[in-house]
């Protein structure tokens, strides 16, 4: 893992200024407040990974944790030439990886199956007791159920490579650089989990509850 | 395909296509229409995935981390102990192995000088009784055996004559 994370910290980053590499470069000079604001920022794309790669709500939040204790310590090894977020994502996944390592050792623990307590059913956060009662939060929520099963039920690179899409700041060249694969790999490694992604939600597809995100007129497929 | 079109399939994971995005798509398509299941499946898929909400973090997360973070002068100060542990007893401990081995080795040395040494012993006894063995046994002829066995062949000529006569 050390050497993969000196790897990203020697990348290039282009001329685009990161304003976030700046925090840690404070919190590297022992800054606290840099820091925290950096948790801050990233305590949920980070507990979002580790949470879908874990499937384990209370232990994604510990590993999630010590993904910024992580980072603090590797402060000193941090270059300011790699992008915090690639950084702090590749911390994020080496640490899930060992911890599915340490469960394929341990099979007591399942690897795949939802923790005790969790229903599968995706949290959704601040949940409005209101909006959850009409019919359509209710077929949302049975559609978030479905996205979470059909995800979970992905390769953990694919899976990861999706995830990491969701976050707009990560061009292709950092995802690629947080997966140890190539540009090309990382688009076919997309590629497969979105045509996957259809495969399992191809009855919500066909249905047509569900909410459109484009009118497209003279569709030839009625149906969706 | 054109490469712009590419790219809006994957970036509509990301993002939401801009009005201008859509009208070249539908453009494209009226060319295609036996695409647009395919790009209104993909564009679905992204727009669910887009609006998929995140899991909850817990109120605490962020303070957890900065009293962890105030918390590893302990740490430190557990590893450093043992540190110092090691290095007080790994040199005394590397000195007692390596006896232990030395010792093992000599002792090993011993044990087969010692067995090749009965080994050679009976070979010897075993040709001094093959010797003997073409002679008829009688109790007397015996009797100066071992008298005879110690005597130094170089010092004691050979009776060739008296040989002779007893074969």
């Not at chain 1, 199956?113 to 049975?142: I, K, M």
């Not at chain 1, 076919?188 to 909410?211: F, N, V």
């Not at chain 2, 647009?36 to 973090?57: H, K, T």
Request: with cysteine.
């Amino acid at each position: 893992m050390r050497q993969r994370l000196a790897g990203v910290g020697l990348a290039t980053m282009g001329s685009v200024p990161d304003p976030d590499a700046e925090l840690m470069l404070r919190a590297k000079r022992g800054d606290r407040a840099a820091f925290t604001l950096l948790v801050e920022k990233y305590q949920q794309p980070i507990v979002s990974l580790v949470r879908r790669t874990l499937r384990d709500p209370d232990e994604a939040e510990d590993i999630a944790q010590n993904v910024f204790l992580q980072a603090f310590k590797s402060a000193g090894r941090y270059r300011p030439t790699a992008r915090f977020a690639t950084w702090l994502y590749t911390i994020a996944r080496n640490l899930c990886l060992n911890e599915l390592r340490r469960r394929a050792r341990h099979p007591a623990d399942p690897l795949d199956s939802a923790a005790p307590g969790d229903t599968g059913r995706p949290e959704v956060q601040n949940p409005d007791p209101h909006a959850l009662l009409a019919p359509q939060a209710l077929l949302r929520r049975e559609l978030d159920a479905a996205i979470e099963l059909a995800l979970a039920g992905l390769p953990e690179i694919q899976r990861s490579a999706l995830l990491l899409l969701r976050d707009r700041q990560l061009p292709y060249e950092d995802i690629a650089q947080i997966l140890d694969t190539t540009v090309p790999a990382t688009k076919s490694l997309i590629h497969r989990a979105r045509e996957t992604l259809k495969q399992q939600l191809k009855p919500y597809l066909r249905s047509g509850d569900w909410p459109r995100p484009i009118r497209l007129p003279d569709s030839t497929n009625p149906q969706l | 395909m054109p490469g712009h079109l590419e790219a809006l399939r994957d970036d509509s994971l990301r993002r939401a296509p801009s009005a201008e995005e859509i009208r070249r798509l539908e453009s494209w398509l009226a060319g295609h229409p036996e695409q647009r299941a395919q790009w209104e499946s993909d564009l679905q898929v992204g727009q669910w995935l887009r609006e998929l909400p995140d899991p909850p973090v817990s109120p605490g997360f962020v303070p957890k981390i900065m009293a962890a973070l105030d918390r590893p002068s302990a740490a430190g100060s557990r590893r450093l102990d043992l540190l110092s542990f090691w290095r007080l007893w790994l040199p005394p401990l590397r000195w007692a192995a390596a006896s232990a081995a030395a010792a093992i080795l000599l002792a090993s040395a011993a044990f087969i000088g010692y067995r090749h040494h009965q080994s050679q012993t009976r070979v010897e006894i075993a040709r001094s009784v093959a010797q003997i063995s073409d002679f008829p046994l009688s109790l007397d002829l015996l009797s100066d055996f071992d008298v005879i066995r110690r005597l130094d062949p170089a010092a004691v000529p050979v009776d060739e004559e008296l040989l002779a006569a007893l074969q």
